[in-house]
């Protein structure tokens, strides 16, 4: 039977969940396919675990077998596996950082396919992703990231499918954020803006640091991945991102003795009443508030700001901390094709993962 | 370079559509995935044409190599020009006919991959279906239909992935009729039933007999097609349908001076209070009226009908003809996973397929 061996960077929830997927769809898989799928090595922040052949599942850190992380040994520990039992190759990287996505070309080239939600190689500079793409070109091992954009929402393969169809986008435009959609699903006419970001924070939607969802760097990653999907060959930079972050605030530290959060939502609410003002003005003109960032395929430009739409906009029907993308195409005209549901949260950005992995498993059978 | 071999049955709308796309879109596939896509068979109603190893477009029907139409004929050539090139053999079958889905299982265990808009399959006899999915799993060549449901839509795929990552699904429901989807969204109260019916017949969006949308057949077959994804063994019959169709016109015949969609909407007005009366309680509930089909996995049981639903629910913000599918799961929960937009037509049909061929190349690659 065929196996694909697997090569894990970054054991914290993402990992860890998309282990347990793994490890329980194992024996369907085989039977219902015909492919094994075994766990060749896992890696944390220091350490890491290359794992002998035949290891079919991990409950635990495996401890016995900790060695210091080098990833690039980790990369060949994976390829070597593959090549002993004639399957293939993936190293998953399910971490935030730009050292695992500095590997990609090499995994690629050696024959390694590579999946991951990290954002850092779709976003990051032009010239390491344009070579990312041409090892996979070259080679044929895949580069998958479904779960880059809207966790496991459907986003990125089908609008590669579209475009490979022959299909021209005009734009894409959505809500990328869960943590921002929470915010301005909840804020209703009335309501202190900073008593919102507070309630998104308490409930642990925020990051430790709101400024790192209020500033919507995040989404301004989403929205370069999805321009360069569809063609546009532009670096994070040039995607203009109107910050939710008042300008005094975004140097402002919090004072030694208080938690960085809570001082920091003290701090917002004496910026209120300017975003009380505008949305009273989205309430009087019977619009919703929304934190959206979108791709122009004729005017080749990319932006992230606070927009105003239409309460029957599928964008105003978006509850709780959805995520929605609606992609406007020669086919999908006069309504666009739209996705829409919770786009975080470890699981559902596991079973994106899980998606493409699926994807290679489908191609060795 | 690796070569996968199509054979058409049909050649209609969708199928022509079709090899418009994967023509185009050929010499970009070659270059990107290094995978070549050739044009082995075509067939339509009684005639088929079997090209030679290396056709690689197909501007209009092949006039001089037409032949007699013999489906097994047609799929042996397919299989042996892919096994003289060391390639894959994949059969579309772009009909909505029981013809060639008798031959799926056959078309399998000879190892070619079969892809269909066709839901015949899916929502027909449980025992064939089964048999076609075990000859699936015996030889790893693979059934794909996600243009069965949705067209272009991604709901089929995205269902499997998540099933397959271990997501346990609760219920999916949507709109899956673009006709039925017009009416109701075009219907608003003061209007007649009987003039929106008329409406959408004479723009083209009815069948030439509009009783087989209002009848909801179309939307029974995929709900049986969801079900069965989902783990329910049910047949076409065992899903209730509530036909809009009143029961007196069920079995009625148009004269043989009118054509039989003029007629049929003259008839159908001696029903309209009866619907307005539907439309006005909704309306005083301020909830709209909806065509649904549903699977609830508890109770393991499906059905389509008429539903009422509050004005800010994703299915009352469909418009113009969309189609809508909400998954909600384990995972997907407080807030489902909700796919939408243009569910019909021949460009977005054909799209449909295609992402199910790209799948096939991308595991040849």
């Not at 998309?18 to 890696?43: D, F, H, N, T, Y």
């Not at 925020?206 to 321009?227: F, N, S, W, Y």
């Not at 080749?300 to 700001?305: E, H, T």
Request: aromatic letters at 6%; a negative charge; hydrophobic letters at 40%.
């Amino acid at each position: 039977m065929p196996t694909l061996h697997v090569g894990l960077v970054g054991y914290g929830l993402v990992g860890q969940e998309l282990v347990g997927q793994m490890c329980a769809a194992a024996p369907k898989l085989e039977k219902e396919i015909g492919v094994r799928i075994e766990i060749a090595a896992v890696s944390r922040s220091r350490t890491m675990a290359l794992l002998p052949a035949g290891t079919a599942s991990l409950t635990e850190w495996p401890k016995s077998q900790e060695e210091e992380a080098d990833l690039k040994k980790l990369g060949q520990h994976v390829v070597d596996l593959a090549a002993a039992s004639g399957g293939r190759a993936l190293i998953v990287d399910n971490t935030a950082s730009d050292t695992p996505a500095e590997l990609y070309e090499a995994w690629l080239l050696a024959g390694a396919d590579v999946a991951t939600p990290n954002k850092r190689a779709g976003s990051g500079p032009m010239s390491r992703y344009e070579k990312i793409m041409e090892a996979s070109r070259q080679t044929g091992a895949r580069f998958l990231y479904e779960a880059t954009v809207g966790a496991g929402l459907p986003v990125v393969g089908p609008l590669q499918a579209l475009l490979r169809a022959g299909d021209e986008v005009d734009t894409v435009e959505g809500i990328f954020s869960g943590t921002l959609s929470y915010i301005f699903n909840t804020w209703k006419p009335g309501v202190k803006f900073s008593d919102v970001v507070k309630e998104a924070k308490d409930k642990g939607f925020t990051e430790p640091d709101p400024r790192d969802d209020l500033g919507g760097t995040d989404v301004q990653r989403k929205v370069t991945i999805l321009a360069r999907e569809i063609g546009l060959k532009i670096e994070l930079d040039d995607v203009p991102v109107k910050s939710l972050v008042p300008e005094k605030l975004q140097t402002w530290e919090a004072p030694a003795d208080k938690k960085l959060g809570d001082a920091f939502v003290e701090e917002l609410a004496a910026y209120d009443d300017e975003m009380d003002a505008l949305l009273e003005e989205a309430e009087k003109a019977n619009e919703v508030l929304r934190f959206v960032g979108s791709v122009d395929v004729k005017s080749g430009k990319a932006s992230v700001k606070l927009g105003r739409y239409p309460k029957d906009h599928p964008f105003a029907s978006t509850q709780f901390a959805d995520n929605i993308c609606a992609v406007s195409s020669k086919w999908y005209t006069p309504r666009p094709l739209v996705v829409q549901g919770p786009g975080a949260g470890a699981a559902v950005t596991a079973a994106g993962v899980f998606s493409n992995i699926m994807e290679v498993m489908n191609g060795m059978r």
